[in-house]
């Protein structure tokens, strides 16, 4: 049943990449650019299509669920999957209020980018932890992961306004540090090419180590080893040594993870500029020519309105409601909680700026884009970086 279900996950991968192509015909037609119009035939073939894209998701998500007897969401493949799943389900939801199909050729991809990420740590179906047999798995998880998809569509919106918006012909801080934000999204997209690269060569080597309760341990890596563990042996003498060990706090195989994204999203920008003769940026500015700026901003600031309670529900109070019945307390200053008020803290503020100092336009798509690389840097660098309480969730 689990390689039923990973037909299904990539059925809605490639239905999710046909639907890109049907909304970037879309926008081609000016009568539908920037207005609440009916949708032309391009754009209700994408809908169609990403809504199939998601049916087929969802299907894959109620298998994985039956074969293993628990909401799948309880390692960075699930949990990544289910993200890329419900970041789809909001841009459905929001898509239908307001009929923008320049909103789907800026967010499939990123849900698309976010799945295939994802889809490149293992997949075996394992049994929970003692601290994960509950409940709470199903409602504080899942609603994190809606609350933070819906987030994210203003990343979309914010993403858009700023590519529109921002002057290409000059060098100014906006275009270098949305070239940056750029930069991150084919940094993922190198990383999937980097691993399943080497996931076609069947590379692995294996480390003995002393894990951060100083007890001996052992870890497989799956790409080439930079960064190796604290105190590490390595089993196979014939593979890639590393060239420097972490602390015993630092999750070497997920350091290590970073490192190759960066690296192969540095090769894959450079030959991108290489081709486009020019920044992403401006290489995509064209594509946003016709877009009501207005409506992009409150796509934006509606995203936000919606998530920030639903994020909330799930990433503040219901943690800490399992957290107090799997751990005996409330708070615990542990990585994972941390990032995640700190990432409440950040949509508060936005919606503070918003509605009582009147940041609408560049600054309100920056404060969306910055938030976004909140949600990202816990999802991401916390889970494979820093050991911690939620440690097992990067698995």
Excluded: C
Aim: aromatic content about 16%; overall charge positive.
């Amino acid at each position: 049943m689990v390689e039923l279900s990973s037909n299904f996950l990539f059925t809605a991968f490639i239905l999710y990449l046909v639907g890109i192509l049907f909304f970037g015909g879309a926008i081609k037609d000016k009568r539908h650019a920037d207005k609440k119009a009916v949708p032309n035939r391009w754009a209700k073939i994408g809908i169609i299509i990403t809504i199939a894209g998601f049916v087929s998701q969802l299907i894959f998500f109620i298998l994985r669920w039956i074969a293993s007897g628990h909401a799948p969401v309880s390692n960075l493949f699930e949990f990544t999957t289910f993200f890329g799943m419900s970041l789809v389900g909001a841009f459905i939801f929001i898509y239908f209020m307001y009929k923008t199909p320049l909103l789907g050729l800026f967010t499939l991809p990123i849900a698309a980018l976010i799945i295939a990420y994802g889809s490149m740590f293992p997949r075996d179906v394992t049994p929970l932890i003692p601290a994960l047999q509950s409940y709470w798995l199903h409602i504080h998880v899942t609603t994190t992961a809606i609350g933070q998809s819906i987030l994210a569509v203003s990343f979309a919106a914010g993403l858009i306004y700023l590519v529109k918006s921002v002057d290409q012909q000059k060098r100014t801080k906006s275009n270098i540090w949305l070239e940056v934000v750029l930069f991150g999204l084919v940094s993922t997209l190198g990383f999937v090419f980097v691993s399943s690269y080497f996931a076609a060569t069947d590379y692995s080597v294996n480390f003995n180590y002393i894990n951060k309760d100083g007890q001996p341990d052992t870890e497989k890596y799956s790409l080439p080893a930079l960064v190796g563990p604290y105190q590490y042996e390595m089993t196979d003498q014939s593979r890639f040594e590393p060239l420097f060990e972490t602390p015993a706090i630092i999750s070497a195989r997920k350091l290590n993870t970073v490192i190759w994204s960066i690296g192969a999203g540095i090769v894959l920008y450079g030959f991108l500029r290489l081709i486009l003769r020019k920044r992403v940026a401006a290489a995509i500015q064209p594509w946003t020519k016709n877009i009501n700026l207005d409506l992009v901003d409150e796509i934006g600031y509606r995203s936000v309105l919606i998530g920030f309670p639903v994020f909330t529900l799930g990433g503040l109070i219901f943690a800490m409601i399992w957290a107090q019945i799997a751990w005996t307390r409330f708070w615990g200053w542990d990585p994972k909680e941390v990032w995640a008020l700190i990432t409440w803290l950040f949509y508060a503020a936005f919606l503070h700026l918003r509605l009582s100092k009147g940041w609408h336009g560049q600054k309100s798509a920056w404060l969306a884009v910055i938030g976004f690389i909140i949600i990202m840097f816990n999802l991401v660098a916390v889970n494979l970086v820093i050991a911690g309480l939620h440690s097992y969730a990067g698995s």
